[in-house]
């Protein structure tokens, strides 16, 4: 027995890819808001700050949960999915809100984190479900600014609240009750339900998706891919620090350029990955990451030769991932929504991983190391996408 079939073709209004867009800004500003808040919540959950930054794990970890987001949005439609997705994120923001020793902090935290597995995944094939595939990067692209915003505009914001509330708790405050405004516009304007037949999702459905070369193939290109980046995100501010003599307001201040420079990105991909192609722009977009990165270790000491290379990296860095993502949309109709939450889990492994080898590869061998695995790691990637996954159509 297969869900109704609905009216095929493009058919996302303006207010519709609002929400989409206010829903995964909410989400993004939950899960990097709590990158400042580390010292604070240390000394207010009065834990130790290695105590408090399993927060991170936590967030990182929660990616591996998305692979469900995506089966109960093929199974019951994307919208009852992004649903629960915001309630619990209300549920979680409120125990962190009222939350006065960690455990109860990591309770609610956890929560915010499962709602996102819940909610991103299934909102990214709501809209590549209603676009057509010749211009998804410019709907998809619209919503990944999500991520960008949330740096510039929420992480900036909500901390302002903390400094001058002196406390953690509004920011959460703030945080759910957008989460329960979103809630209410999900219901009154997305349509429930699917734009095309499909099977539900069962194991069988699941084990065909995974037996296609194509999807394997795009799947092992994001786990390399976020492995490189990591490897060079994780180390950065240490080695700034080692060879550069970086302040503490210096590294701040490139975490705010980065900002600036994913806002780029997205826009790029936004306005040029459908005129060139979802394939070939993340075939370019990668490869630069790989050039970049290779070079990057010749930076050290060199603040504009640094500067030069790093924001390339990460220009072409979110150039290819916010490009990927309607790539893989494309790949399949017939659990769309499975397939991009995969996809979202492969990257959160090749973060972990990369988040793991880094430090320890840059203590033994220094930049060069981490600068030429990662560059090697982001090559594999291109070769695979290039090689197996092709243009998609879906």
């Given amino acids: 027995m297969t869900t109704p079939t609905l009216t095929a073709g493009p058919s ?42 399993l927060l991170v794990t936590v967030q990182v970890g929660a990616t591996m949960l998305s692979p469900l987001g ?6 019951y439609g994307e919208r009852r999915s992004m649903l629960l ?12 809100g009222l939350a006065s020793e960690f455990g109860m902090f990591m309770l609610g935290y956890t929560l915010i984190g ?17 676009s057509a ?10 919503l990944e600014l999500s991520w960008a915003a949330a740096a510039l505009l929420g992480v900036a914001g ?27 516009l999900t219901i009154t304007l997305l349509s429930p339900g699917t734009l095309h037949a499909h099977a539900p999702s069962t194991p069988t459905v699941r084990l065909n998706l ?28 240490t080695w700034l620090e080692h060879d550069f003599a970086a302040t503490t307001e210096q590294i701040g201040l490139i975490f705010g350029l980065l900002g600036i420079v994913e806002l780029g990105g997205s826009l790029a991909a936004t306005l040029f990955t459908d005129r060139l192609g979802k394939r070939r722009a993340v075939l370019i977009g990668f490869s630069g990451v790989a050039l970049f990165q290779a070079l990057l270790p010749l930076s050290s000491g060199h603040w504009l030769l640094f500067l030069f290379l790093f924001l390339l990296f990460d220009l072409c860095f ?52 981490n600068g030429l695995l990662a560059a090697a790691g982001a090559i594999l990637g291109v070769m695979l996408c290039f090689w197996l996954v092709p243009e998609g159509h879906a």
């Fill in 70 to 75: 995506g089966m109960l949005a093929d199974r």
């Fill in 133 to 142: 595939y010749s211009e998804r990067a410019r709907i998809l692209g619209l």
């Fill in 210 to 237: 995974l037996q296609r070369r194509d999807i394997l193939a795009a799947l092992g290109t994001m786990f390399f891919q976020l492995l490189a980046a990591e490897l060079i995100f994780v180390i950065y501010a």
């Fill in 85 to 96: 997705g915001l309630a619990l994120f209300s549920v979680g923001a409120a125990i962190c």
């Fill in 12 to 53: 996302l209004s303006l207010p519709q890819i609002l929400v989409l867009l206010l829903g995964r800004f909410v989400f993004n500003t939950g899960f990097r808001v709590i990158y400042p808040l580390l010292p604070l919540l240390a000394h207010g959950l009065q834990v130790s700050l290695s105590m408090v930054s």
């Fill in 158 to 184: 909500l901390t302002q609240l903390i400094a001058w509330q002196a406390s953690w708790a509004p920011a959460f405050w703030v945080l759910g009750l957008g989460a329960l405004f979103i809630f209410g």
């Fill in 318 to 369: 979110e150039f290819a991932i916010v490009s990927a993502f309607p790539l893989v949309s494309g790949l399949t109709d017939n659990g769309r929504g499975t397939v991009l939450a995969l996809m979202v889990a492969m990257m959160g492994l090749g973060r972990v991983v990369g988040s793991l080898a880094g430090p320890a590869l840059f203590l033994t061998i220094g930049i060069w190391g």
């Fill in 114 to 130: 499962m709602a996102t597995a819940l909610y991103m995944s299934p909102a990214q094939a709501y809209a590549s479900a209603r």
